[in-house]
Structure formats: structure tokens, C-alpha cells
């Protein structure tokens, strides 16, 4: 079978996927939006997406980013700074970007709502939280968060919008549901001490393996990687 085609299949199957776990959850919830993980695959596959459709599309590397956005000339995709953003990389960043989901830090907060000022730019973002406690991960610990809400409303440029974590690693599908629902409480009890200031309307959660769950436990975005390109040569 050609790329193009398997690629399609993929798409269809995950898109089936995400919109049976949508209905799951009810009529009235929010809709899912799906990103794309391009990390896996170059410039050439990620032209196959976009001609397959795929508008919102996610890297984890600044560099890699870079690249491919130089190389993706079209206005429609939306690109999703999904991993660690270090401070001297993101004025390079903040103009490519439409949703940076890896806020972990308050000087990286500073850093991106100057960046913002300068290029005329309101930026969105997500709170990446290491909600599984693993130490090798980035994000706030869930404890921390809270108190820290209110420093969140010196940066006019940045507009917090929602949470962003991964499930552990290890622990299967029913440990990858705890996690999910560990974020959706914290968002729920940061959205009511923070009620005047934010609107943290966003849940981006659930990766390949376990993005059915994360819907089932309320994510609005899922990042679906090695399950679009199953088969596909990179
Ligand atoms: C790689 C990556 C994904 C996608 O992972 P898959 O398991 O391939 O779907 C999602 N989120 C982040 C932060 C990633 O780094």
C-alpha cells in the first residue's frame, strides 16, 4: 500500500476512535480536538497530512519545529509546542506557535509574555503537570500549583488557557484513567480559585495509547502520534 493511502487509513481509524469516545462522554461535552505528533516523521509525511487534511499538527523539539514549519508552507496548520521549551528558544518559537502546552515554569511564563509583547502577539498556553510524580518528567507537581495561580496574571501577553499532562508510563490503562482524572480535579479546583481571572477550558491529555480514556475522562485535545503512522516508513 502507498504511504498516502496507509496514512489515510491510520487517520480514519484514530478519527473513528476519538468521535466513539466523544459520543461516550455525552452530547453536551466539549469537542476533541486531535494533534497530530509529527516527531516520528519528516518534512515529506507531514506534507501528507496536511494534504490528507490535518490542520493541527504538534513537535516536541523547538529545533525540530523550526524546521518543519520553515519547510510546511501553509497558513492553515496550526502548530503545537508539545515538550520542553527552553527560555533561549522561545522568541524564536512564540511566532510559529498557536498553543504552547508545556508551561512549567514561571520564568518561562516571563520569558514567552515578553516575547509576546514584542511581536504584537497574544500567546496561548497550557500548564503542563507531572501528574504521574515521575522525576524524569517536566511539569508542576499538582501540590504546587495552586498557589501559585495568582503570579499567573502578571503576564497580559500569555493567556493561560487549560492543563496538559501524560499519563505514567508504566501502570496500563486503568493507572493512565487515575491520572486523568488527578488533572481534571486540579483544573477543576484551580478554575474555581482563579474564576475571575482565567478560563481554563482546555484538557490536553492522552497519547496512542490511552487517548480514548483521556476523552472518556474529559481531554478537549489529544496528541496521537505512533498510531497515525503505524506502518508507515518514516
Ligand atoms: C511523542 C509525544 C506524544 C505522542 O506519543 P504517541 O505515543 O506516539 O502517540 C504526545 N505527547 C507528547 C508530549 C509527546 O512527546
Known sequence: ????????????????????????????????????????????????????????????????????????????????????????????????????????????MHTINSAAAAHHQQVHGLLEVNISGDETKHGWHPEELLPLLEKMNRFPHLSVRGMMAMASRTGGLDQARRDFVKLRDLRDRCQAQASNTMRLDHLSMGMSRDFTVAIEEGATIVRVGSAVFTGVTR
Open 1 to 108: 500500500m502507498n504511504r498516502l493511502r496507509l496514512i489515510r487509513d491510520n487517520l480514519d481509524r484514530v478519527h473513528e476512535q476519538v468521535a466513539d469516545a466523544a459520543q461516550a462522554r455525552g452530547r453536551t461535552a466539549a469537542p476533541v480536538t486531535l494533534v497530530v505528533v509529527t516527531k516520528y516523521v519528516s518534512a515529506e509525511v507531514v506534507q501528507d497530512l496536511v494534504q490528507l487534511g490535518c490542520r493541527d499538527l504538534g513537535e516536541s523539539r523547538p529545533q525540530q519545529l523550526w524546521d518543519k514549519t520553515a519547510l510546511i508552507k501553509n497558513s492553515e496548520v496550526n502548530w503545537h509546542m508539545i515538550g520542553h521549551l527552553q527560555r533561549n528558544k522561545v522568541q524564536r518559537t512564540v511566532p510559529l506557535v498557536k498553543l504552547i502546552h508545556s508551561l512549567d515554569s514561571l520564568r518561562l
